[in-house]
């Protein structure tokens, strides 16, 4: 009887589950998944409503599939690109290079837009998986300032545009900081300054940007592989390992604001945003260098709507809507006609912060590169995380 | 007759097969192929084949405290899963046995409620668990305000090991429950009849009787357990890894996909032979009864 | 019959020496006491994270202030709501499917004897030593291939063309999940009284009604046990959906990793709340309506 009781009771709550289920998928459709959207009658197409940042209204797609950071974009503007252009832009997020670029080689992926960092570019490009962009369907591209353009990475700016870009460098809190804020790496690697914070500093979860520091401390350049290099680079990061409250990439924005940490191996856009929620948080590129990095937008080379992407890149580049972006990134725009509509908030807190690099500290900048021999950041690494 | 059986036997065991041999075999022995070919920059792997792959899992480090690096890890991550087993195990065991000592409605409510925070969001959880360990966090705020000292928690194994428990306790409960369910406690009865007392019955009666349920639940926590990445990077600080993150950082960073598919065949042969013990066992137990 | 299971076998049945009471009485307190402590664990952070989304400040790990912002903001919030949804369909879907597939493996492998039942015993373990990351790239890896061989054989392309989705992600959970609720069945399997059945074939029950009434109720515990794992794995399964999944496919642990770079919004607090409301809602409702019925049925 208890038996008989209890599978009653079991059918009921699975009955009330489904119940549950048939009301969630009752509710307003989803966006289309699967390709199964079908080739609509451009019922929606925005004959008169397409303004003039839409391209040929006649060739867009109903449907943009972007693939991007996650909580890189002010999603706004996506409403605002539907809104005015017709087109629904479907996002789905990744949080690192490495998975974006698995997903694209994969083939087939959907995806009509990816937001590659630098070194990803190269890559992907290499493998033949982006797209070569059509500049002609890119006017805006003329906003760009030219200083952000022929990167390393693809010297032509073939298959790709810059996005955002930002540094590597130190965060800290003031207030633990009486006499002013660090200038030195030394700060984070030294013993026996970094164990006075014992427990309340953090690194970058991150080989290249890490190991990279420590190299830079010790006076090599950043992308050095040379095994003696590294073997120094190892020591360092130990003796700096009991000391450290841990490598974090993920979350340290919080732990600033909330000072579980005082010192932290930063992101410039990361040590803003926690800048904008604890007034006492700094950022500095130390005397010894720091890094600089570009987030860069390419079409994949299957992707299903390519004309819709550029017609999408374009309007990131218009100088309103990149204003709006960076104005939510804290990233800093490599577009030239939206840096002079960016408000005073966002000036305010990027100079007073120390997050705009002067003349002088651009000099101090490096970029990571990925080349032969560089694979042994990553045994590097495992060391440092065995002990 | 005999034929009805095999129709019987096929039908039920076809779509369970179909899906495990298309959606786990097939791929695995991709795995196995890739960790025999050569790794290419950026990802993916060269159509060559290479042993790179394997000599680099089993090298000699002369710095390391054992052969090398990564074993220093693989016995960090099953120690870690053993004690984790062990705390699920000593909790998860009496409260299994308090659900199905109680009435049947009881039962459900509590065997529901056991699970439904896992419906939540682990990260969500994980993170929750960040905020009462953490240096300025719940607990550390209430010893402060009653004048003792902050004991620092977070970014040590301690708070590791309280987020793996966490995250199986459950995974350890409901194959307990389904075993202890089904207990006959009639055996206990005649035992008792027989004068044996309340801890002889349990070690010679309830105990091997539950065993099934006690492997199962703790097969099910410790393979989760060391399959972990995210709480030591949560709770942990990321200062130490877990087989879970060397694999990540190969099909990561490291662009390395035939040196962490040969760390994921070593791991996989390990847990089977594991396994096959097991089932060799039980197939010995049961020729025997 | 399944009555007689479950007789309680109360103190009064046996004679009881006096050391043995104490260690009774003992042993209940602990156990009652182990279970509160148990219950209390889970539920810390849940309770954490249910007056967090009630709390005033996005970032802060202080209490700021109560506020329902948060609820609202979650009704305006399309990407989290749409994941949330694909989560259930996905979790209910390959829970059903899982748990009927499951029982079915663990039948045949508890009750039959056959030609590489061992090699399958083993391999059934697969999804579950399996690591996340390896099942997700290699899954990635398979449904690549398999879905351009489609592609190309029925010429499909550009918006039409099979990709990686929703589909391939309930196939997959399905898959791991299988795996699951077998191991879990067949450990109540294990110990069932063959006797039980023997009898009811013995008074003239065929094969399906020995099954229905007497074997189905009795590892029903088994099974419930499976599908609220199945249920649980699917529904917080991160690593191998992201590689599995496509363009509008994320589920809401994908959604939820993309938010933590800044901090857990406190929307995903209030969805997580709302799902909890729900379940609970959902199992006290049940045993509500139940303990109505089974009033009737007593009178």
Known sequence: MNNSKFNRFLILAALLALGLIVAACATPAAPATEGEQAEAPAEAAPAEAASDRCGDPSQLSDQLNFFNWADYIDEDILTQFEEECGVKVVMDNYTTNEELIAKIQAGNSGYDLVIPTDYAVSIMADQGLLAELDMDAIPNAANLDDKTMGMYYDPENKYSLPYQWSTTGLAYNATSFPDGGPDSWAAVFEPEQVCQFKGFVSMLDDPRETIGKALMYLGYDINESSPEAQEEAKNLLLAQKECIAGYNSENYIQNLVNEEVVMAESWAFAAALARAENENIFYVIPKEGGTIWQDNMAVPADAPHAYTAHVFINYLLDPEIGAQLTEWTFGFTPNKAAQELLSDDYHTLMEDGGMLPDEETFQRLHWIERGPGTEIFNDTWTAVKAQ | ?289 | MTAARRTPSTDADVPIQRSDARFLRWGKRTLGLNAVLALFFLYAPILVLVIFSFNDSKLAARWEGFTLRWYGSLLQNESILHATRNSLVVALISTALATVFGTMTALAMERFRFRGRRVYDGLLYLPIINPEIVTGVSLLAFFSLTLSALNQAFNLSGDSALRTGLVTVTLTHIAFNIAFVAVVVRTTLKNFRRSLEEAAQDLGANEWVTFRRVTLPLIAPGILAGALLAFTLSLDNFVITFFVTGPGGATLPIEVFGLIRRAISPEINAVSTIMLTISVALIVGSQVIMRRRGVMSDE
């Open chain 2, 1 to 289: 007759m005999e034929k009805r059986r095999k129709l019987v036997l096929s039908a039920l065991l076809l779509p369970g097969a179909l899906w495990i041999v298309l959606l786990y075999v097939a791929p695995s022995i991709l795995i196995v192929i890739y960790s025999f070919l050569t790794r290419q920059m950026g990802g993916g792997v060269i159509w060559a084949f290479s042993l790179d792959a394997y000599q680099k899992l089993f090298s000699y480090n002369p710095d390391s405290r054992f052969i090398n690096d990564f074993v220093v890890i693989f016995l960090r991550t099953f120690w870690w899963g053993l004690l984790t087993t062990f705390i699920c195990l000593a909790v998860g065991y009496p409260l299994a046995f308090f659900i199905t000592r109680q009435k049947a409605g009881t039962r459900a409510v509590l065997l529901f409620l056991i699970i439904i925070p896992f419906w939540t969001n682990f990260l969500v959880r994980t993170y929750a668990w960040k905020f009462i360990l953490n240096n300025n966090g719940l607990i550390n705020v209430i010893l402060s305000s009653l004048g003792f000292r902050r004991i620092p928690m977070i970014n040590t194994p301690f708070a590791v090991i309280i987020g793996l428990v966490y995250g199986a306790l459950p995974f350890m409960v409901l194959p307990l429950y389904a075993a202890l369910d089904n207990f006959n406690y009639r055996y206990v009865e005649a035992a008792q009849d027989l004068g044996a007392s309340y801890l002889t019955v349990f070690r010679k009666v309830f105990w091997p009787l539950t065993l099934p349920g006690v492997v199962t639940g703790s097969l099910l926590v410790f393979i989760l357990t060391i399959g972990q990445f995210v709480v030591p990077v949560i709770l942990g600080g990321g200062k130490v890894s877990m087989i879970g993150n060397l694999l990540a950082q190969q099909f990561g960073m490291a662009f390395d996909w035939p040196f962490g598919s040969a760390i994921a065949v070593v791991f996989i042969l390990l847990m089977m032979i594991g396994i096959v013990y097991y089932i060799r066992v039980e197939a010995r137990k049961e020729a025997s009864s």
